[in-house]
C-alpha cells in the first residue's frame, strides 16, 4: 500500500542517475566480460541501497552479522534441517558477507544451500521412516511449539527426535479434531432422535465424553464410528502426504529463487519494509486472494513457516462471515466437506489457488487462533462488495441523542487521476450527512485501518479543524517538509471519539496523532497504535543499469524506505505509535503486534516540533478517562474479555503442548470455553441502535435489497462493546 502522494521529482532524478553511474563503474571489467546476474543484483541493490534508503547501514561487519542471522533465520525457521555443527560450518562466514557484497560473491548462500540439499534429503528419509509406524499419546511428554525458543540440534540423534515429537503433535492434533467431530455428529445424531416425534424410550447411561467444541466440522453425511487406531492411521496418512507436497516443493526450488530470498534478507536487514521483488514476485505485489473480487475476500503474508491472514476486506465474504480475524494461522483448507489439504509450510502463492474459488462454493479453514486453539471456519465465496471498501456512516440512538457512526477501512485515492475516489472527500459528504442528522458527537473507527494516501490523511484532519501543520515528513538528508492543510473551513466541530487498535497503522497514525496533538479529540481503544511512521516507494533496479547490461535484465525491484513520519509536536510515529488516552479491554492486546516486534525496524527519535495551536474546546480527558474506567470495570463483556486476554497471554508464554491426548484435548477444550464465554457475554450485550441516514435512504429510493445492502456494515457492530464504550465517552463529553 502507497504511504504517500508525494512526487519524487528532482530529487529521484538525481538518485537514479547516481545509481546508473555508481552501477556502470560496478561492473565494468577490464576483460569486457558481461557480469552474471547474480553480481548485477547483489551489487546494483547494494548500491540503491546505499544512496537511496532512508537510514542507510554501512556495509561492515555489524552488517553481515545481521544478514547472517536473519538469513539463517528464513533459511530453517522451525530448526529442523540443520544441526548445529552445520551453523557453526556457515558462521565462518558471519563476518565475510560483506565483503562478498562488495565483490558480487555469494560463498555463504552457496554453502547453505549445499548444506540444506543435503540435509532435506536425510529428513525425508527421516519423516517417512517415523510416519511408518503408529503414534501411541498417552505418555507424558512435551513438544516445543516456539521455535525461537528451541535450539538447532545437537546431532542427527537429537534431530531424530526433534522430528518425531514434531510428526507425533502434528498426528495428534488431526486425531483430536476428528474425535471432535465424531462426537459433534453424534451428540446432533441423538439431539435429533429426542426431538423427534414416536414413543418414548428408556434412556441408557453412556460413558462420559468431552464436550465437542462449538467449532468443529459438523459432518454433512452420516459418517461411521471410527475407532481412535482408525484415526490416527488416518491423521499420520494425511500428515504423510502434507509433507510429501511440500518437500516436492523443496526440489522445485531453484537457484533464482534461493539469490532472490537472499536479496531480500539483504534488503530486510535495513527495516522490515524494504523488501526485494523478483520480476515475478513483483506482479504478484499486494496480490489479493480474492482474485477478480471472487473468493473469500482476505490478503495473506507468510512468517516463520506459516501462512497468516493480512487483512479482511471489507464488503467480503470473510468479513460478513465474521470468524476469520487478522492473525489467524491457516493450517488447512477443504473444499466443502473434501477432505483437507495441509498448507503448513507452502508459499503463499501455492496456497491461494485452493482458497480463491468461484462465488456460491464452499471452503473450510482450519486456522491456529492467536491463543493456540483451533477452529474450523466454514465460508462461502462470493463477490466481494466494493461500496464497503470505502467510507461508511451511520446513526447510533442512544439516550435520546443521535451519535454518527462512520467506519473507515482505509486511506484510498486515485494515485493516476482518472476520476476515482478519494477517502477524504468521501468522509467530507458522510460528515455533511451526519450534520444533517444533526448529531450530537461522531465516532470515527480506524480499527484495522492499515492506512494508505498521506494526502488524504492531512486533507481529512483538516475536516475536523482549522487550517494549521498535520504531519511532518523527513528525508534522509535530514530535510523537513511540514505538510499542511489550508483550508480554514470545519466541517465537524462536535465532540469526536477515534477508534484505533494495533493494526491502525500508517495513515490513521497520523490522523490519530493530529486529532491528539491538536486536543481534538479523544483516540480509544489499544495501548498503542502499529507503530509505522516510515514511507516506501518501488524502484525498478533496470532502470539503473547502462545498456551494456541489458541482456541480463530483468533483475527486480526493490521497495526502499525513503522518508519517515513526525507529528506536528515533533516526535515520530515510528516503533512506538500513538498512545490511546482512553485504554479500554482489547483482545488483540495481549499480542506482539506492531513495529516494535519486527525485525531491524527503525527506532522512534524526535525532531524540531511545528508551529500550530490547540483546539480551544478541548476535551476533558481527565474526567472522560475516569468514568470510561469505571464502567469499563463494570461492563460484564468486558470483564470478560480481560479474563480472555490474561489466558490467552499465559497460553501464549506457555509454549509446550502435551502429547498426551487427554491433556491436548483438555486445554483445547479450556481454550474453547474461554471463548465460548466470550462469545456469549457479546450476544448478551446491550444492541447498539444503529439506523441508516435519511439521506441514503432517500437516494436508495425504497429499494430494499440496496438498502439491506447498505446498512450490511453494522450487522456485526451491533454488539460491538467497544463502539458502546466510544458513545458513552461522547454522552459524557456532551453532558460535562
Known sequence: MSASRLKVGLYAFLVAAVFVLASYRLFRRADS????????????????????????????????????????????????????????????????????????????????????????????????ELLAKPFEFTADESFQSDYEKAAFPADKAAQRELWRKLLKYETLSRVAEMMEAQEKARTAKASAATAAPGPSLPTTRRPLQIPAPANAAAPTTAEPVRTPAQMEAEARKRVLKSYDEQFEDFKDEDANERLTNYANTIANTYDPHTEYFAPKAKEDFDYEMTGRFEGIGATLREKEGLIYIEEIIPGSASARQGDLKKGDALLRVAQGAAEPVSIEGWHTSKAVPLIKGKKGSEVRLTVKKPDGSTKIISIIRDVVVVDEKYAQSSVITDKGQKIGYLRLPGFYADFNDNGGRSSSDDVKKELAKLNAEDVKGVVLDLRFNGGGSLTDAVSMAGLF???????QVRDSQGRTQVLTDNDPRVQYSGPLVVLVNKYSASASEILAAAVQD?????????????????????????????????????????????????????????????????VVPNLDSYLDQGEKESDYPLKWDEIQPARYRAWDAAPALDKLRANSKARVAANPSFRVMDEMVKTMRKRKDETTVPLKLT????????????????????????ALA????????????????????????????????????AVAVIQDEINR
Open 518 to 582: 491538536y486536543r481534538r479529540g479523544v483516540i480509544m481503544g489499544s495501548t498503542s497504535t502499529y507503530g509505522k511512521g516510515t514511507v516506501q516507494r518501488i524502484f525498478d533496479l533496470d532502470e539503473a543499469l547502462p545498456s551494456e547490461l541489458n541482456s541480463i535484465k530483468p533483475i527486480g525491484s526493490l521497495k526502499l524506505t525513503t522518508q519517515k513520519f513526525y507529528r506536528v509536536n515533533g516526535g515520530s510515529t515510528q516503533f512506538k505509535g500513538v498512545v490511546s488516552d482512553i
Open 465 to 471: 479543524m482549522e487550517s494549521g501543520p498535520m504531519v
Open 690 to 725: 444503529f439506523s441508516p441516514l435519511a439521506t441514503d435512504v432517500r437516494a436508495l429510493g425504497g429499494d430494499t435489497v440496496r438498502m439491506n445492502r447498505a446498512a450490511r456494515f453494522t450487522r456485526n457492530l451491533k454488539k460491538d462493546v467497544t463502539i458502546s464504550e
Open 33 to 128: 566480460a558481461v557480469p552474471s546476474k547474480d553480481q548485477v543484483l547483489i551489487g546494483t541493490m547494494s548500491q540503491v541501497l546505499a544512496q537511496g534508503h532512508y537510514q542507510p547501514e554501512k556495509v561492515d561487519d555489524a552488517f553481515s552479522r545481521r544478514v547472517f542471522d536473519l538469513y539463517l533465520k528464513h533459511l530453517d525457521v522451525r530448526k529442523q534441517f540443520l544441526l548445529a555443527p552445520d551453523v557453526e560450518q556457515l558462521r565462518r562466514y558471519q563476518t565475510d558477507i560483506d565483503e562478498q557484497v562488495k565483490r558480487g560473491s555469494h560463498e555463504f548462500l552457496d554453502l547453505s544451500t549445499r548444506i540444506m540439499a543435503e540435509r532435506t534429503k536425510e529428513v525425508q528419509l527421516l519423516y517417512r
Open 663 to 686: 491433556a491436548y484435548r483438555a486445554e483445547q477444550a479450556e481454550a474453547n470455553a474461554v471463548s465460548a464465554r466470550y462469545e456469549a457475554a457479546q450476544k448478551s450485550a446491550t
